[in-house]
């Protein structure tokens, strides 16, 4: 039998197991922390990420996961922007930005590419092999 009981992952206390990761309290704490920001959002077009976290207390960090989530909607904020996880440029979705995005997929099919070319020449490799193979025991005969 096991127990339906787990640590906040947000404050660290022992709380009954549910969809969330977190307690109760946290989750309640992060509803107030989303209606601040609404609110402010909505008074406030104009406003920058950190005019945002500056002015309700709540951190950039959780500013963007509302947005990531799309709980916070960037459609009426002009200047609200994030930094791309990779070189820190400023974006309005996604999680990187369009040029790191592109290296990435290039990188990606260059390392596809480097692996065919071993495979065709491990297989020619062996292709060879085998002919030397089957002349030395051709001249045996």
Same mark, same amino acid.
């Given at each position: 039998?096991?127990?339906? $009981? ?8 022992? /709380?009954?197991? !549910?969809?969330? %990761?977190?307690?109760? @309290? /946290?989750?309640? %704490?992060? %509803?107030?922390?989303? %209606? ?6 909505? *008074?406030?077009?104009?406003? #920058?990420?950190? =005019? +945002?976290?500056?002015? !309700?207390? $709540?951190? $950039? ?9 799309? &709980? ?7 200047? +609200? #922007?994030?930094?791309? =996880?990779?070189?820190? !440029?400023?974006? &309005?979705?996604? @999680? ?14 260059? @390392? ?7 495979? *065709?020449?491990?297989?020619?490799? *062996? ?9 030395? &025991?051709?001249?045996?005969?």
């Amino acid at each position: 039998m096991s127990l339906n $009981v787990m640590n906040c992952t947000r404050c660290g206390k022992l /709380c009954v197991r !549910t969809v969330s %990761e977190i307690c109760p @309290a /946290c989750m309640k %704490e992060l %509803e107030v922390q989303y %209606e601040s920001c609404l609110h402010y959002l909505r *008074e406030n077009r104009g406003i #920058t990420l950190q =005019e +945002l976290s500056d002015a !309700t207390g $709540v951190s $950039v960090k959780q500013i963007i996961r509302f947005i990531r989530e799309g &709980r916070i909607s960037m459609v009426n904020a002009p200047n +609200l #922007t994030y930094p791309c =996880e990779v070189c820190g !440029t400023p974006i &309005r979705e996604q @999680a990187i930005c369009p040029s790191c995005r592109q290296r990435l997929m290039n990188d990606f099919n260059q @390392a596809q590419q480097d692996e065919k070319r071993k495979d *065709e020449a491990k297989q020619q490799q *062996e292709g060879v092999s085998y002919q030397i193979k089957d002349r030395l &025991r051709e001249r045996n005969k």
